[in-house]
């Protein structure tokens, strides 16, 4: 069975620090790669994707693709309390346009003041 | 007005009830999808409909069933609801032009006494 694997957490980080989370995967026939951002009681938001080996940077967000060890991460640069939320790591297991995501349990993170 | 509508939003009934969900969605998108969340544990998948006329059984859908009654409206049944269904709902939908990006409905709160 695909799997996607995330540290629970909690992930507890000061503000304006660095937040690094991580997501690995089974599958290695996985193409694409979604960060959501779900906070408690609300909807999952897609925040970011990734498709390609590397590093892709949206304002304070990065995400990093290293297909080879089949891992995924997020990082949230100068952090903020309005980032506390679980951070969902998603991967498309479908393959070609067959959109059908399988998503980690989600990690908890909670930004200090 | 929210282009993804789950409704009802909160529902208490009991167990041996059948019970139907409702998603509605104004974005025009052709891809539609169940999802349950449990406490502590990711979104599991529970169908998708890529159109009209194609549904698929998700990983876990036993339990469970849906009708695609229009582009835009995807229902979700559980024919004779039992306790360990109690959990959040959500409905999402995709562009299959963009389908890297699912967008949640606000979820319904279920709970199976």
Same mark, same amino acid.
């Given at each position: 069975?695909?799997?996607v694997?995330?540290n629970?957490?909690?992930?507890?980080?000061?503000?304006? !620090?660095?937040a690094?989370?991580n997501?690995t995967?089974? *599958?290695?026939?996985?193409?694409?790669f979604?960060?959501y951002r779900q906070?408690?009681?609300k909807?999952?938001?897609?925040?970011?994707f990734?498709?390609?080996?590397? *590093?892709k940077? *949206?304002?304070?967000?990065?995400?990093q693709?290293?297909?080879a060890?089949q891992?995924v991460?997020?990082?949230?640069?100068d952090?903020?309390?309005s *980032?506390? !939320?679980?951070?969902?790591? !998603?991967?498309?297991?479908?393959g070609?346009?067959?959109y059908?995501?399988?998503f980690?349990?989600?990690?908890?993170?909670?930004?200090n003041? | 007005?929210a282009?993804?509508?789950?409704?009802?939003?909160?529902r =208490?009934?009991?167990?041996?009830?059948r =019970?139907?969900?409702e998603?509605s969605?104004?974005?025009?998108h052709?891809?539609?999808?169940w999802?349950?969340?449990?406490?502590?544990?990711?979104?599991?998948l529970?169908?998708?409909?890529f159109?009209?006329?194609? =549904?698929?059984?998700g990983? =876990?859908?036993d339990?469970?069933?849906?009708?695609r009654?229009?582009q835009?409206?995807?229902?979700?049944?559980?024919e004779?609801?039992i306790?360990?269904?109690t959990?959040l709902?959500?409905?999402?939908t995709s562009?299959?032009?963009?389908?890297?990006t699912?967008y949640?409905?606000?979820?319904?709160r279920?709970?199976?006494?």
């Amino acid at each position: 069975q695909k799997e996607v694997e995330q540290n629970s957490g909690p992930l507890s980080v000061p503000e304006g !620090a660095i937040a690094s989370l991580n997501c690995t995967y089974s *599958d290695r026939g996985s193409q694409s790669f979604f960060w959501y951002r779900q906070y408690s009681g609300k909807s999952p938001e897609l925040i970011m994707f990734i498709y390609s080996n590397g *590093d892709k940077e *949206d304002g304070r967000f990065t995400a990093q693709l290293n297909k080879a060890s089949q891992y995924v991460s997020l990082l949230i640069r100068d952090s903020q309390p309005s *980032d506390s !939320a679980t951070y969902l790591c !998603a991967v498309n297991e479908g393959g070609g346009s067959n959109y059908k995501l399988t998503f980690g349990k989600g990690t908890l993170l909670t930004v200090n003041p | 007005d929210a282009d993804v509508t789950q409704t009802p939003r909160n529902r =208490i009934t009991k167990t041996g009830k059948r =019970i139907m969900l409702e998603c509605s969605q104004t974005k025009g998108h052709d891809r539609m999808y169940w999802y349950r969340q449990d406490p502590g544990l990711g979104l599991q998948l529970i169908y998708y409909s890529f159109d009209v006329k194609d =549904i698929n059984k998700g990983e =876990i859908s036993d339990g469970y069933s849906v009708s695609r009654q229009a582009q835009a409206k995807f229902s979700l049944s559980l024919e004779s609801a039992i306790p360990n269904q109690t959990a959040l709902y959500f409905c999402a939908t995709s562009d299959s032009r963009r389908a890297d990006t699912q967008y949640f409905g606000p979820g319904t709160r279920l709970t199976v006494l």
